[in-house]
């Protein structure tokens, strides 16, 4: 029997052999163009993909034998070959599968990827390797017919599908799910995840403002016709205004009620279909249009939506600015998903897998399959990072940030920047001089991504430089929500003192985590996911980074550098606002002195005659003052025509000289 198939004399499975696939995937990673991939290899590139080809083996053998395995781990850093390796490993899969012979048992694959086009290319990839049609693509820009998925060895959809397969399986409707997980061989054995999951939790959250705009929108002829549902989101209300306290410090939160303790358990469908048919332009702002009806009808369907998996869940409440507001969140992803391997390049900085506890398995991978050392890293330090202060100032920071960038780099580089979505659609408008900001850049390409539209994608691959300006924050609710799903609903005691194994604060820690692992994949765009020799090296790259100055920006920094080893750090100098002009506080000694010598003629005056006349205790902080040429104070007295002139030797007068 050939080489590539193994019967597991345990289960009798078509199995692929692991050093098998590692030399596959060798001869296909360092064969030149077009038959290949043109790459360099090392000694430790061929263990990591012999690693992947065990882990695969080993996961689909528990699944084969009703094992609930845990979800395995494996961080291949960026520019490894890990969705490359999984189309190898697919394609090497159905050939074992259609090798096999009499009792022994096919492996099906489910390969879950983050985009719709990288589930078409991973698609074509298997096929093109398998030499005929054994992958098939579904998500909602190409569902496959449930007969393709019944046929096909490997079955590839999108993060999302993957969720959202599992959410139907919670309104007992198993049909997409099974689709899924369940072919001509029986149930599929093995699910590689490319990349770790987006939304792998639903969070539900409604305010007392939205709750009260809902309630006041509901017509009489409702009211009567649906009593109790319109009665208890009048009571879940009542509940949320009762925790409200306008006096009450930001990020406060309180649990409500734990699962199985809400006051009422109603079906909010019924009010949700008859409220979506309401003219919301005309009853709200009395006059028609099509986009407020809608965006108003889903502000509604959302509302009812959240307080109906409250009500089903646990609840509790979060005050964050002047918002008050009901929260809950549940696990979306299938735990028990058959055969779980997630392929994960920022495993180590991501929270999510400590949550996940005895449920995953971190594999260990070589430490120096890569190597960043012709990559340096601008660092900047500067505050207001957060969406709402990057949109609002950006018109001002983008004379400075292209003066910065165009001093520091020349025109002949290639450049990705990476915003908020509310900052590019600011400098990417064109201007009254007909460009848009981007557009005055003088370099020989500029590209803007958005957080949220980051990770995964190869668009910028072709880059040399990365600018990351302004900082994914997430609500205050986000860590509570994804602790909550993964650990269960927690009591006041932890809402107001989070503290989790060796974490004092665990929300802090899963923020700062979650914010290195954004960073790090924002700046793995560009080239240096590309590996040009056998040391893992990849083209000389410039990252320019700005980050807040507290201690998160130290631990963001800290986690670069343990995912890129050998990445140069040089401090960048830039800031993004301009320094702020330094006055002496008002009723200050310093502003009654600068008062009291734009009175006086020209001449000297005494130290000692300034001390009696502001009623000074000391002029020693005085002294310190005016010895200080920087100090505003100074430069205050100096614009008036006022010096300082010391005194030489013990007992020798100062005095302050006013020009003529």
């Not at 053998?61 to 291949?76: K, T």
């Not at 509901?218 to 409200?244: D, K, N």
């Not at 996940?356 to 900047?380: C, G, I, M, N, W």
């Not at 000694?589 to 000297?604: F, N, T």
Request: with cysteine; glycine share 6%; proline share 5%.
């Amino acid at each position: 029997m050939n080489d590539t198939v193994l019967l597991s004399k345990q289960h009798d499975l078509a199995l692929v052999c692991p050093q098998e696939f590692a030399s596959r995937m060798l001869k296909r990673w360092t064969t030149p163009c077009p038959d290949g991939l043109g790459q360099h290899a090392s000694t430790a590139l061929v263990t990591l993909w012999r690693i992947m080809g065990d882990t695969f083996r080993l996961a689909a053998i528990e699944a084969a034998s009703g094992v609930q395995s845990p979800w395995r781990i494996l961080q291949p850093p960026t520019g490894t070959g890990k969705t490359q390796g999984t189309c190898v490993y697919a394609a090497m899969q159905a050939d074992a599968n259609r090798r096999a012979e009499g009792a022994t048992r096919p492996v099906g694959i489910l390969i879950v990827t983050r985009l719709k086009e990288d589930a078409d290319n991973i698609r074509d990839t298997v096929n093109a390797l398998a030499g005929r049609a054994v992958a098939v693509a579904h998500h909602s820009g190409s569902y496959a017919k449930p007969e393709q998925l019944y046929e096909s060895d490997v079955v590839v959809i999108t993060h999302q599908a993957f969720i959202n397969a599992k959410r139907d399986t919670k309104k007992c409707d198993w049909r997409p799910w099974d689709r899924l997980v369940s072919w001509r061989g029986g149930k599929r054995l093995l699910t590689i995840i490319d990349e770790a999951l987006a939304n792998v939790v639903d969070e539900s959250s409604a305010t007392s403002e939205n709750l009260g705009f809902v309630i006041g929108l509901i017509p009489p002829e409702v009211r009567s016709a649906l009593p109790q549902q319109v009665g208890v989101m009048e009571q879940v209300h009542r509940v949320l205004l009762a925790y409200t306290d306008p006096d009450d410090l930001d990020n406060a939160m309180s649990m409500i009620w734990e699962e199985g303790g809400a006051p009422a358990a109603v079906d909010f469908a019924p009010l949700i279909s008859v409220m979506s048919t309401l003219p919301y332009d005309r009853i709200v702002y009395d006059r028609s249009s099509t986009k407020d009806r809608t965006r108003l009808a889903e502000r509604v369907a959302e509302t009812i939506t959240a307080v109906q998996s409250c009500l089903e869940q646990f609840a509790y409440y979060a005050k964050s600015g002047q918002w008050h507001s009901i929260n809950t969140a549940a696990l979306a992803v299938p735990l028990d998903a058959p055969g779980p391997v997630v392929l994960d390049a920022t495993a180590k900085a991501n929270f999510l897998w400590d949550l996940f506890e005895e449920k995953h398995q971190r594999l260990a991978v070589p430490a120096h399959a890569r190597d960043y050392s012709t990559v340096t890293l601008h660092v900047a330090r500067g505050a207001g990072l957060g969406k709402n202060a990057m949109a609002e100032r950006i018109r001002e920071r983008m004379p400075r940030i292209k003066t910065a960038l165009e001093e520091a780099i020349g025109p002949e580089h290639s450049v990705f920047m990476c915003v908020h979505k509310g900052v590019e659609e600011v400098i990417t408008r064109k201007r009254a001089c007909g460009e848009s900001w981007v557009e005055r850049l003088n370099f020989r390409a500029c590209s803007i991504g958005h957080w949220g539209a980051v990770d995964g994608r190869n668009t910028w691959q072709d880059c040399d430089t990365a600018v990351i300006l302004g900082l994914p924050y997430r609500p205050q609710t986000w860590a509570t929500n994804m602790f909550c799903a993964l650990q269960g609903a927690q009591n006041d005691q932890w809402l107001q003192s989070p503290e989790w194994r060796q974490f004092k604060n665990v929300r802090q820690e899963m923020e700062q985590r979650q914010m290195s692992v954004s960073v790090i994949q924002a700046i793995n765009r560009i080239c240096c996911r590309h590996v040009i020799d056998a040391e893992g090296r990849c083209p000389p790259a410039d990252i320019f980074l700005v980050l807040p100055q507290d201690a998160m920006g130290d631990a963001v920094l800290d986690d670069i550098r343990a995912d890129m080893p050998g990445i140069k750090v040089k401090p960048w100098d830039f800031a993004l606002d301009p320094a702020k002009e330094k006055k002496p506080r008002i009723g200050s000694s310093h502003v009654r002195l600068i008062d009291y010598m734009s009175k006086q003629g020209s001449g000297a005056v005494s130290l000692s005659t300034v001390q009696h006349d502001l009623q000074l205790n000391s002029v020693k902080k005085l002294r310190e003052t005016l010895n200080n040429d920087g100090h505003p104070t100074t430069q205050a007295l100096r614009q008036m025509g006022v010096n300082y002139i010391p005194g030489v030797g013990r007992g020798s007068k100062s005095y302050l000289v006013k020009a003529a």
